[in-house]
């Protein structure tokens, strides 16, 4: 009887120490960031912030340099990004882009050895010059995300050539015969999701992909309403992600009264909302067109390129870095506009040109900036006799369809008409119809009031 009191102690004991498993080990602080009775409150764990904060640390800048002299790409060949900082400002930013990415390879993790600094001999290369041009696109055009914070080569890499933090799209489930049927892409304790049984792949349908990201329909009625329990179960995978990476709970953007009332969220969850679409916009624009100059050993298990997620950047912080902006340090890196330019042709025409232009909502007035993002659009043109613009105008999908796409028309018609004004004939320029972007809650998605302006 002795024997088998022990053994149901011990089995009991082994129980607890299993149940306990999940609890985390006092002391915790819990900080209160919304109305009392609300339940928005943040648990912190102050050993894993003390983890976090050495991994979190921002390196020394490099010491200053003048801006004066000869520009970078009088002197250098192929500066395809950078080329109008100073000599001295050119080799500044490529000792810190070294130290933050390839702190043990040095200039060979990107430059051939024997081989020409301007030469693409290595793949790496190329790569590193699309990610320069990804990082003055997020400092440009995604402040609604980062603010003046911004981002730097350092914000992903922390000192790795890859980032610690990317995602490929989970390969197809391997149907089995017999009575088992598909798994929807869940029921698997994946990391991914916190362990959970969630979908295990949210990424590439909400950060590849652009599906609705909701839980509760918008309309009573069945007809054309696809927020079933299993989007609904994918979504809360994508959420999961998200305070994984950011350290947060789900209070840290959401009312617990209503999860899904913006007007009763906190701003962070806007903030959340521009984060999603740029993780979509910069996979979508510069890293799947990459799949094809990495080698096959650094694509997923199907095929594709490493892409972003939150936890790229925060890598379990709140703001990565906690907020520490290296960007003052280099102004450079926030240079950029919403223009990106394809490599010259073989038979040497001139470089193929597109630029994006954004609208305020309602507004079909250009934007500030707008002259500085059609000079090379217009140069190009001029350079080119033959060639014509083309000019899609973008709108919301939410609303009326006949009042968004009357202001899509009259956006594209201002930037005809900023073309004519410099000189171009109006007969190369040809106006495509009027084109739906995603729709979202607020109807005020950036990427629906654009106008996009290609050469043919």
């Known amino acids: 009887m002795r024997r088998i009191a022990h053994t149901s ?20 602080d819990s900080v209160q ?27 020394e800048p490099l010491p200053a340099v003048s801006a004066e002299g000869p520009r970078a790409k009088d002197v250098f060949k192929n500066v395809q990004v950078l080329g109008d900082s100073s000599v001295g400002e050119f080799t500044r ?5 070294t130290a ?25 290369q190329v790569v590193a010059r699309k990610m320069l041009q990804m990082t003055r696109h997020i400092n440009t055009d995604f402040k609604s995300h980062v603010a003046e914070t911004g981002v730097t080569c350092f914000t992903c890499h922390r000192g790795q050539p890859v ?44 950060l590849s992909q652009s599906a609705d990201i909701r839980v509760v329909g918008d309309t009573p009625l069945p007809s054309g309403n696809r927020h079933s329990i299993k989007q609904t179960e994918g979504t809360y995978g994508l959420m999961i992600h998200m305070s994984e990476s950011l350290g947060v709970n789900c209070t840290y953007c ?50 594709d390129v490493a892409k972003i997620n939150c936890s790229t950047c925060h890598q379990g912080a709140y703001k990565p870095l906690y907020g520490a902006s290296m960007l003052k340090d280099h102004p450079e890196l926030a240079g950029g506009t919403r223009v990106s330019v394809a490599a010259p042709s073989a038979t040497g025409a001139p470089a193929v040109q597109s630029a994006v232009l954004f609208f305020d909502v309602g507004s079909s007035s250009l934007a500030g900036d707008a002259e500085k993002t059609l000079a090379p659009v217009i140069q190009a043109l001029k350079a080119s ?19 968004n796409q009357g202001l899509a028309k009259q956006r594209a018609f201002a930037v005809r008409d ?37 050469l043919r």
């Open 33 to 59: 960031h919304g109305y009392r009775g609300t339940g928005m409150d943040q648990i912190y764990n102050p050993r894993t912030l003390e983890a976090q904060a050495a991994a979190n640390q921002m390196p």
């Open 163 to 206: 980032p610690a933090q990317t995602w490929f799209s989970a390969p197809p489930q391997k149907q089995a015969a017999g009575m088992v049927g598909n798994n929807a892409g869940q029921n698997r304790a994946a990391t991914t999701v916190g362990l959970t049984s969630l979908p295990y792949d949210p990424f590439t349908t909400y």
């Open 100 to 124: 933050w990415v390839a702190p043990q390879q040095g200039c060979a993790y990107c430059h051939a050895a024997g081989k020409d600094l301007s030469e693409d001999a290595l793949y790496t």
């Open 93 to 97: 930013t490529m000792a810190a882009i």
């Open 254 to 303: 959401h009312n617990s009264r209503s999860f899904t009332t913006w007007d009763q969220s906190t701003p962070q969850r806007t903030t959340a909302w521009y984060g999603i679409r740029m993780a979509r916009d910069l996979n979508a624009a510069y890293l799947e067109p990459l799949t094809s100059v990495f080698p096959a050993e650094r694509n997923g298990p199907t095929g």
């Open 418 to 454: 900023a073309l004519k004004a410099a000189g171009i004939a109006e007969d190369r320029i040809q106006l495509e119809k009027p084109q739906s972007a995603e729709a979202n809650l607020s109807g005020e998605d950036p990427a629906a009031r654009r106008v996009e302006v290609a």
């Open 9 to 28: 102690l011990g089995l009991a004991l082994t129980a607890l120490l299993l149940m306990l498993g999940g609890c985390e080990r006092p002391p915790v």
């Open 385 to 403: 006799p033959d060639s014509k613009a083309v000019l899609s105008g973008y709108h919301s999908a939410a609303g009326t369809l006949s009042q």
